[in-house]
């Protein structure tokens, strides 16, 4: 397997330290932090060093470890569990809307409840070890992703995809491009073309970049370039990942993945979402229940600190939309691949 | 009629002077320049600080006019001839892949060779005559686009229009942009949506600030969600301006116009052209004999001077798509509508 740059890594016994990318950095350097305290790791999210929901959850639960390392060696169990508090309280506050954060810390805290009778220093350990699991299961359910929808890509595919559903938010390898490489490792050549997904360029600024570390081609396009590209036959098919799924399977993802699922349609290409389980919400009976945020207009007027609009321009800027069920092929998840795409098969996939 | 700002207007006599909107200000800052000199024009050419075959075409015969007072008020015939060849053949160099410039220059030349027995104060005055005609001519062509136009535009209606097809690419109110001019002074409230239009942002730059100029009502959007206004039911049509046309009515235009016009399809909103009869080319049956061009890749990368992906990123730029005639619902033109859009319709609209 090749070597390449991974979202974090955690570094040595309980004493070691977590290493993570500075995103921020990216696309135009690549530059690895080293965060040896709690507060570190506080500012590594609160800055979006680290982002995407998932990488979020792994990098909190490696911060308890490393704000547990404060504690003098002779400290007691109250001790302990006093600085557990405190450090777990204060992650939470590092990004208060990142539900896979306060999901991760009180998983950390739940196995500190459950092994009450450790010595600090073998909960140290034990607390290390489930930060650990974490990461591991993420990279798991990253490459269970991949290797199900990489069964759908045929040798020779160029694969058209919006927005970053790689392994930048993610521990492992991502959500729609850990499919690009799977179907890439198991030697199938595949060529990518990147939206650069206006108005933040997640595609631009993350996704080519992911794609390069790991040596799969890819194409930069606009947004508006899409259609083209479909025209003239250079994508047979379309992965996004997705923010969030009904229970009739409508997806919700970044604006933009609902033109590019229509305009596969229009050309006969299959639209494939590939998302963990735990994306779906089975209470949402379909995605007309799902609220669209509406951002800034500076993104759209101002977006790479130029200003491109006259002063005052009125904006429309919702971050999100929703491809409906009927466009999508398939619905790529750890557990497998749904298909077609109803509310029967999403309940019998994800229920179980 | 509001006042609003001129691309450009003669001021005076053939004594007088040009004044311009400088474009490359916009949107961040309105100025206008005064072309006094033959090369006040050349540089304003060149600069791009007048854009758009129609204005160029224009500006470039009122520059014929200014390049025209270093001469002598006694200088005779010759002398005129003389200057007038160095006038024309200086301003042919100004953007030299420009048809329209050759154009108007070329008429200019024509008018002095057919008047032959003018003296040269009176051929003078004869030259600016024949520029304020290919100025009015192009604001009597965008006044007839716009009148047609806004026949078929109902009051309220919501409109998607991609690119820059206004008034700032013409002596007038330009084409797409002339028709919602057209129907808001007829009173029927229309609302424009404009997508940016990346890379090069002419929607951003450009629309939104012509059409907030006069008063219409305009929202920003990016291109990728055109889709979700139409989902959202905001707009009723789509209108664009067209670079050039096939005789089958494949319309050929800023890139992201194919994607709009499926989207629209896909929704049921009527998708229009609207362009001067000089746009159509006959001698080409179909869209697909229209060569694409392809443009750098730092317009996507860095396009608004900040590094958006990594270096070396590889990149598909096309500059322009085509819209096929079947997703057509008319075509707009000076001398009338054509629908539907077919050969037959075309040719006995553009050749008679």
Redesign the interface.
């Known amino acids: 397997m090749t070597e390449h740059p991974r979202t974090m890594r955690w570094n040595g016994n309980p004493d070691g330290w977590l290493t993570m990318i500075d995103q921020t950095l990216?696309?135009?350097q690549f530059k690895e932090i080293e965060c040896k305290t709690v507060e570190d790791v506080w500012e590594a999210i609160k800055m979006l060093r680290v982002r995407g929901a998932p990488a979020i959850g792994c990098a909190a639960a490696y911060g308890v470890i490393v704000g547990l390392q404060t504690l003098e060696s002779n400290a007691d169990r109250d001790a302990f569990n006093y600085r557990l508090n405190e450090v777990t309280g204060y992650l939470a506050e590092s990004r208060p809307t990142a539900v896979n954060l306060f999901w991760a810390l009180d998983r950390i805290k739940r196995v500190a409840q459950e092994n009450a009778e450790l010595s600090p220093v073998k909960m140290h350990q034990r607390l290390l070890d489930e930060a650990k699991a974490i990461e591991i299961e993420d990279r798991e359910m990253c490459a269970a992703i991949g290797r199900h929808g990489a069964t759908l890509i045929d040798p020779g595919t160029g694969i058209l995809t919006?927005c970053n559903a790689g392994g930048l938010a993610t521990a492992g390898d991502g959500t729609a491009l850990a499919i690009m490489f799977a179907a890439s490792a198991d030697g199938k050549e595949i060529h990518v073309?990147a939206?650069?997904?206006?108005?933040l360029?997640q595609g631009?600024?993350l996704t080519?970049?992911e794609l390069?570390q790991r040596g799969v081609?890819?194409?930069?396009?606009?947004?508006?370039?899409?259609?083209?590209?479909m025209?003239e036959k250079?994508v047979q098919a379309v992965i996004t990942g997705a923010d969030r799924i009904a229970a009739n399977g409508d997806a919700c993802n970044k604006?933009?993945t609902?033109?590019v699922a229509?305009?596969a349609?229009?050309h006969g290409i299959p639209f494939y979402v590939a998302a963990p389980s735990t994306t779906f919400d089975l209470s949402l009976e379909s995605g007309d229940l799902i609220p669209i945020e509406e951002r800034l207009p500076e993104e759209?007027?101002a977006?790479?600190?130029?200003?491109?609009?006259?002063e005052n321009?009125?904006?429309?800027?919702?971050a999100f939309?929703v491809a409906p069920a009927e466009l999508i092929e398939a619905i790529i998840t750890e557990k497998g691949i749904i298909s077609p795409v109803t509310t029967e098969n999403v309940r019998s996939m994800i229920e179980e």
């Open positions: 990216l696309p135009v919006h073309y939206d650069e997904t206006r108005p360029l631009a600024r080519t970049w390069q081609p890819v194409t930069l396009i606009c947004d508006s370039m899409a259609g083209q590209v025209k250079r604006i933009g609902y033109s229509v305009l349609k229009a759209i007027t977006g790479m600190g130029k200003q491109t609009a006259p321009t009125e904006v429309y800027n919702p939309d």
